[in-house]
C-alpha cells in the first residue's frame, strides 16, 4: 500500500493522522491487517457472485433532492477526525508552491495515471465492481478534468484522503464518477440510464450516511461541494441552496473560531483556507460575474480603492515562468494590481499604461515557456494557449475599464480575432465529443467566448464565438454554453437589425446594447432579457428593451423541476442575473436570496 494513502482510523484523542507513537503504530500494524482481511473478503464476495443492478428509478427522482436535507442535519459541532495533510509547501515561498503545484498537476497526466489510479482504488474495502468502475472513472477522468489551476490539489489528492475517513464523501465521489461518465454519453441509452441509476443509489447512501454519522466541519464544506457538483452535473437548482449553505457553515465556523466555541488544528485551518473557502468564495462570485463581466471588474475596482488601505507593489514578471501554474498566478496578480491603480475617471494614464507593459511583458514571457518534460501532454499545451487568450482578454478589460461607448471596443478587433484563433486551436477535436463538462474553480471558456461575442461587433469574429459556444455545448459549474449562445444570438439579431454590417463599426453607439439583466424560468425553459440602450443605465435615462427566448431543448431544466400551474411560484424566475448580483428563488419562502459581488475573479480556464 503507498505511504500517502495510508490512513487509519485513530482515537478520539489523535489530533492528526501522521507521526504516530509506538502505541498507535501496533495499532497500524493491526488495522493493516484488518484492512487486508477486508480486502481480501471483498475481492472473494466480487467474483463469487455477479453484483446485482441498482433499482430503477423515475426521472424525476434523479435530481437527487436529499443533499441539501442531508447537510441541514449533519452535526456541526461533533468532534471529527483531522485531515493532516502535511502540506510543509504552505509554510515556503510563492515560488515553492507553485512548482510543487505545477509538479502535482503535471503528474496527472493521461500517460501517467493508470498505476496511480490502480494503488488508489484498490485501497477502498467493501465496493463493488460497480463502484469501483465510477471511483476509477472519478479517479481518471473527473478529477483532473475539474481541476482548476489552483484547485488540483483538492480534486486529486484531498478528496481522496477524505474517502478514506468518511465513506458518505466516498459515496460521494463515486456518484460524481457515474453521473459525469453518463453525461458523456450523447442520448439515452441503457448505459446512460444505468450510470444514472448508480448515482442517484450512491448519492442517497452519501446522504443517509452524513446524517446517521457524526462528522467535522471540514468533512461538512467536503461533502457540500461535492453535492453542489453533483447538482450543476444535473443542472438542477439545488445547487444554488447548496452553496448558500456552505457559505453559512464557513460564516458559522469563523463566528465559532472567534469566540473560542471551536479549535481546529493546523492541518484543518490549511485546508479550510488554502481549499474550501476559496472554492465556495469563488463559486459565489461567478454567480455575481455571469450577465457583464467587464461590469463586475469594474464594481469590484470601485470596491478595492475604498477599502485599500496597504497598496500591493507593482507586480515582477520573470523573463519566463518555470510553470504555467506560476504564469497564471502572476496575471492574477497583475489584474489585482490594475485595480487599484487604473482609474478611468483621471486624466492620469500612469496606472494604465503600467498594466499594459506589464501584460505585454507577461505574454512575451509565456511565448517563451515551451512546455516542461512534466507538462508535456495536450491538456495543459491547449491550457498554455487559453491562458494566453486570458491575458488578451484582461488587456481588454484594462483598457475599455469603466467605459461609458461601446464602439471603444472596435479598437480591439484584432485581439478578439487573437483570441478566437487561439480558442480554436485550445480546443480542436474537444467539441466533436457529444457534451464537454468542466467544474474547474478557474473555468472560463463560457465567460470568454460570451464577452467576445457580446462586446466585438465584427459579424465574422462574434458568429465565430457563438458557433464554438454551439459546438462545444460547454458545462461550467452551473453554465451552459447553449444558453449563452442563445441569449448572444437574440442580442446580435437586435443590433444588426436593419443594418448592412461587414465591419464593426457599421453598428452605431445608438443600435448596440448591453444587457442589464436576464430571469430564467425553468418550468417553462424561457428567459427574459433586459438590454439598455447608450448611455447604458436606466437612471441615466437609458432605454430599456425586454425580449424573450426559449432555451433549446437540451438545455432545459423543466422536466426535472417543473412547478405545479397553480404553485406560487410557477410565475416566478428560477434565477435572475444582473451587474455584479445574481439572486435565486428560496421554493420555501418564495423570497430570493441574493448575493453581491465582493470581489473578482479573471476567467483563466484550464483544459
Excluded at 39 to 68: D, F, L, N
Excluded at 204 to 231: G, H, N, Y
Aim: proline content about 4%; charged content about 25%.
Amino acid at each position: 500500500m503507498p505511504e500517502s494513502l495510508l490512513w487509519i482510523n485513530k482515537d478520539v484523542a489523535s489530533e492528526v493522522l501522521s507521526r504516530s507513537s509506538k502505541a498507535e503504530t501496533r495499532k497500524i500494524r493491526k488495522h493493516v491487517q484488518h484492512e487486508r482481511q477486508l480486502k481480501a473478503k471483498a475481492a472473494q464476495e466480487v467474483t463469487s457472485k455477479p453484483v446485482s443492478p441498482p433499482r430503477k428509478t423515475s426521472r424525476s427522482e434523479r435530481s437527487i433532492v436529499h443533499s441539501e436535507q442531508a447537510l441541514e442535519q449533519i452535526p456541526l459541532r461533533q468532534r471529527g477526525l483531522k485531515l493532516d495533510t502535511n502540506i510543509e509547501g504552505y509554510k515556503q515561498s510563492d515560488e515553492y508552491r507553485s512548482c510543487q503545484l505545477a509538479a502535482l498537476s503535471a503528474s496527472l497526466s493521461p500517460t501517467t495515471q493508470s498505476t496511480r489510479v490502480l494503488h488508489t482504488i484498490t485501497s477502498f474495502p467493501g465496493l463493488d465492481t460497480a463502484e469501483l468502475r465510477s471511483l476509477a472513472f472519478f479517479c481518471q477522468r473527473t478529477a483532473p478534468e475539474w481541476s482548476g489551476w489552483r484547485d488540483a490539489s483538492f480534486w486529486n489528492k484531498l478528496i481522496l484522503q477524505a474517502c478514506h475517513l468518511n465513506r458518505s464523501i466516498l459515496h460521494g465521489v463515486v456518484a460524481l464518477g457515474a453521473l459525469h461518465e453518463s453525461s458523456e454519453i450523447d442520448g439515452e441509452s441503457d448505459e446512460r440510464s444505468s450510470l444514472q441509476d448508480i448515482a442517484l443509489h450512491q448519492s442517497s447512501k452519501a446522504s443517509r450516511l452524513a446524517v446517521e454519522t457524526a462528522v467535522s466541519d471540514i468533512s461538512t464544506l467536503i461533502s457540500c461541494i461535492i453535492f453542489i457538483c453533483m447538482q450543476n452535473l444535473q443542472d438542477s437548482h439545488t445547487a444554488y441552496q447548496l452553496l448558500k449553505t456552505g457559505h453559512s457553515l464557513i460564516s458559522d465556523i469563523d463566528r465559532r473560531l472567534l469566540s473560542g466555541e471551536l479549535i481546529l488544528a493546523e492541518s484543518e485551518k490549511t485546508v479550510l483556507n488554502s481549499f474550501l473557502r476559496p472554492i465556495i468564495e469563488r463559486l459565489r462570485m461567478r454567480f455575481c460575474c455571469i450577465v457583464d463581466v467587464p461590469s463586475a471588474l469594474a464594481i469590484s475596482a470601485a470596491l478595492r480603492k475604498s477599502k485599500m488601505e496597504v497598496p500591493l507593489s507593482l507586480p515582477s514578471i520573470p523573463t519566463v515562468f518555470s510553470s504555467l501554474l506560476e504564469a497564471r498566478n502572476k496575471l492574477e496578480l497583475i489584474i489585482e494590481w490594475a485595480q487599484e491603480n487604473v482609474d478611468p475617471s483621471k486624466l492620469s494614464l500612469q496606472g494604465h499604461s503600467q498594466t499594459q507593459n506589464l501584460l505585454s511583458m507577461w505574454i512575451d514571457a509565456l511565448d517563451r515557456n515551451s512546455a516542461s518534460t512534466l507538462e508535456r501532454y495536450d491538456a495543459l499545451i491547449s491550457s498554455k494557449k487559453l491562458l494566453k487568450s486570458a491575458a488578451l482578454v484582461a488587456s481588454i478589460l484594462i483598457d475599455t475599464l469603466g467605459t461609458h461607448s461601446e464602439c471603444n471596443y472596435d479598437d480591439h478587433v484584432d485581439k478578439f480575432a487573437e483570441i478566437i484563433q487561439l480558442y480554436k486551436v485550445a480546443l480542436g477535436d474537444h467539441y466533436r465529443s457529444p457534451r464537454r463538462v468542466s467544474f474547474g474553480i478557474d473555468s472560463g471558456v463560457i465567460d470568454t467566448l460570451s464577452f467576445i461575442a457580446g462586446r466585438c461587433r465584427d459579424p465574422i469574429i462574434r458568429r465565430e464565438a457563438i458557433d464554438l459556444l454551439i459546438q462545444t455545448n460547454r458545462m461550467e459549474g452551473d453554465l451552459q454554453g447553449t444558453t449563452g449562445s442563445t441569449i448572444l444570438s437574440k442580442l446580435i439579431e437586435l443590433e444588426e437589425e436593419g443594418l448592412d454590417v461587414s465591419c464593426a463599426s457599421d453598428i452605431p453607439e445608438t443600435s448596440r446594447l448591453r444587457i442589464w439583466e436576464d430571469h430564467q424560468y425553468w418550468d417553462k425553459g424561457e428567459i427574459q432579457i433586459f438590454f439598455v440602450h447608450w448611455p447604458y443605465e436606466p437612471s441615466l435615462g437609458a432605454e430599456i428593451k425586454q425580449v424573450k427566448v426559449q432555451l433549446p431543448m437540451k438545455a432545459l431544466r423543466g422536466p426535472k423541476e417543473l412547478a405545479a400551474p397553480n404553485s406560487p411560484i410557477a410565475h416566478l424566475p428560477n434565477v435572475k442575473y444582473g451587474r455584479g448580483v445574481g439572486a435565486f428563488l428560496d421554493e420555501s419562502t418564495q423570497t430570493y436570496h441574493q448575493i453581491t459581488l465582493s470581489s473578482f475573479f479573471m476567467p483563466m480556464p484550464r483544459l
